[in-house]
């Protein structure tokens, strides 16, 4: 890694001019090693098991993919790559035959050019900018899913995949497997999902600690006023890419508990902050600061407090809590 001290990450994002190189450049002296010791680990269990589902390869993705094998370890945990195998020539079908609406073409080219403008491979100007592919991954994409079309946020995700895979195939049949296994209604026209999953943070947040539910309720936080962008993005845009893809890589491995566990820990790590601030306003200010605090940068010590913190988070409870509050919300 050589990017360091560079004005562009090794993602291609350009940093802002109040970048905390001191903060960063701490955190990725001892990552590094850590790095690089992973990198070994990771190429001696691929050969020994080839991915197969373990509690050691779920330990290892909760500590990391490392970079230069994340899009193939995405792949190959996902099913995408099983998915991709059993309809090869689907993709290349759904570019060369698109029978899209007017509407949705429009909607998905206004947002193209709105994605990521501080990324250097999106760039107009740059000859092997990712604009077109992520067009294409889009446009295959709706016609694959007419029910969901397009939606906002899809563009951050769709643009994330392509940094990662560089393959407009790979990142269409990853696309196919986040909506269609781990945050499936998250994109429908109501968003059903996207609001039972507000909800069920609501929930942990009111059992596990009633004093801060109180606090937000007193003075009128709705959660999915704030949170929705986080789960609609999948925390793209919102926190750093590192930590970012840390989430990634449990979510493509474990499935979408890891969105709850990572909201969780945000808002509970402050819990002090929120409970000594009584403004309305000041309260909206202090969410917006959780997510580009340092300690969300330090994608390594934040993972793991993504599996402490939110202690009783049960599959078949979580499970239970969607089953209840989508029958709430679809008949209120």
């Known amino acids: 890694m050589t990017d360091i001290k560079s004005d562009v990450d090794r993602y291609g994002f350009e940093r802002s001019e109040d970048f905390d190189f001191e903060s960063y450049e701490a955190f990725m002296s001892e990552y590094l090693s850590v790095l690089a010791k992973r990198l070994m680990k990771w190429e001696k269990i691929m050969k020994a098991n080839g991915l197969s589902k373990s509690r050691k ?5 909760r500590k990391g993919i490392p970079s230069e094998l994340r899009s193939e370890v995405w792949l190959n945990v996902s099913s995408a790559k099983r998915l991709q195998e059993e309809y090869p020539n689907k993709y290349n079908d759904f570019i060369n035959n698109s029978s899209l609406e007017k509407k949705v073409i429009d909607a998905i080219d206004g947002d193209i050019h709105r994605t990521f403008p501080e990324n250097i491979y999106f760039h107009e100007l740059r000859q092997d900018n990712l604009l077109k592919p992520m067009c294409n991954v889009l446009r295959a994409y709706a016609q694959y899913n007419p029910d969901i079309g ?7 995700i769709v643009g994330m ?3 990662q895979t560089k393959n407009e195939c790979d990142s269409f049949w990853l696309l196919v497997e986040l909506m269609d296994k781990y945050v499936p209604n998250f994109y429908s026209a109501k968003m ?3 609001r039972v999953e507000c909800s069920v943070l609501d929930y942990y947040i009111s059992s ?3 004093r ?9 936080i ?3 006023l704030f949170v929705s962008k986080w789960f609609v993005c999948l925390f793209m845009d919102v926190l750093p890419v590192e930590t970012v893809l840390r989430i990634w890589d449990c979510l493509f491995y474990e499935g979408s508990k890891i969105l709850l566990r990572t909201a969780f820990t945000l808002i509970v790590a402050s819990k002090d902050e929120f409970l000594q601030t009584d403004d309305f306003t000041k309260m909206c200010e202090l969410f917006k600061k959780i997510v580009k605090d340092n300690a969300v940068m330090d994608c390594h010590t934040f993972l793991q407090k993504c599996f402490t913190i939110p202690k009783a988070f049960s599959r078949s409870k979580i499970k239970k809590l969607r089953e209840q509050y989508t029958l709430e919300l ?3």
Do not use: E, I
Request: charged share 10%.
């Open 208 to 210: 596990l600690h009633p």
């Open 161 to 163: 995949l392509l940094l």
């Open 150 to 156: 397009y939606c906002q946020g899809l563009n951050y």
């Open 192 to 194: 059903l999902a996207l």
């Open 222 to 224: 709705d959660m999915q």
């Open 57 to 61: 390869v779920k330990r290892y993705v």
């Open 330 to 332: 679809t008949n209120s």
């Open 212 to 220: 801060l539910h109180a606090h937000f309720q007193k003075h009128g």
